[in-house]
């Protein structure tokens, strides 16, 4: 399912002051997201996407260009729709696994019916059921960064920005995450997925390639490429025991 544009971005630049030196982080940075898109953010570590992030969800300003959303620039974003899944995770230690992925509705006073039926199917999806009692010092860094995703997909968000989602998964778990980002797209939300996993660009609908500040947009992938990637029996790459620790 793909529709209108969700966000614009154009001629983003960000610099930064390192002693004597100036890095220009982003360079004339433009593009758009699609309603209905898995994009993949790809480049080596220091490339940008981080920075890029950062500006999209509010945590920092560009020194200059344009953040468009629905037609209104600038702060005018909507905030309740956009979700982060962050490099640090920021689980609450004293919750349980099945309550740090509550959280966002208890706090937005969310009373619909189907709460506990739409936490249990992520839990399920992304392999966390077993461990929904258990608190997140019990769980390994790959269960604990599932947790985080799920926590930002609960609310149905209309951007979902995640940094190195996958960072602590092993093959089987990757898939998982991409097929609930998957999952999540078809129902018309949006996800950009900043990863260095150049193998993450297959679960995707298209690449947006990072390199020295600049964005270089790509092609996008057809929809029988994809669903083929993410079926259970698509050959698998090669495979840890369990979770990355």
């Known amino acids: 399912m793909t529709g209108a544009v969700v966000l614009s971005i154009r001629n983003l630049n960000k610099n930064y002051r390192r002693g004597p030196e100036i890095v220009h982080a982003l360079r004339n940075v433009s593009f758009d997201l699609i309603q209905g898109e898995v994009v993949a953010l790809v480049g080596p570590s220091g490339s940008g996407k981080t920075t890029l992030l950062n500006i999209l969800c509010g945590w920092d300003r560009p020194d200059g260009g344009e953040i468009a959303w629905n037609d209104q620039s600038g702060d005018h974003y909507d905030w309740a729709a956009t979700s982060i899944v962050p490099q640090r995770l920021g689980l609450v230690e004293e919750l349980t696994i099945y309550e740090n992925v509550e959280l966002p509705l208890a706090l937005a006073g969310n009373q619909e019916t189907d709460v506990a039926q739409r936490i249990k199917s992520l839990l399920e999806a992304l392999g966390l059921d077993h461990i929904s009692n258990h608190h997140p010092g019990e769980a390994s860094l790959g269960e604990q960064q599932r947790t985080a995703l799920a926590r930002a997909l609960v609310g149905g968000p209309r951007l979902l920005l995640a940094d190195e989602p996958t960072g602590h998964q092993d093959a089987e778990s990757e898939r998982a995450v991409f ?3 998957r999952s999540h797209a078809s129902r018309g939300g949006t996800c950009l997925v900043a990863t260095h996993n150049i193998d993450a660009i297959r679960y995707c609908h298209r690449p947006l390639r990072v390199d020295d500040g ?10 029988s490429d994809l669903e083929r990637e993410l079926s259970p029996f698509a050959p698998h790459p090669e495979q840890h025991d369990g979770d990355e620790e």
């Open 179 to 181: 097929r609930s980002l």
């Open 214 to 223: 600049r964005v270089t947009v790509e092609a996008r992938a057809k929809d």
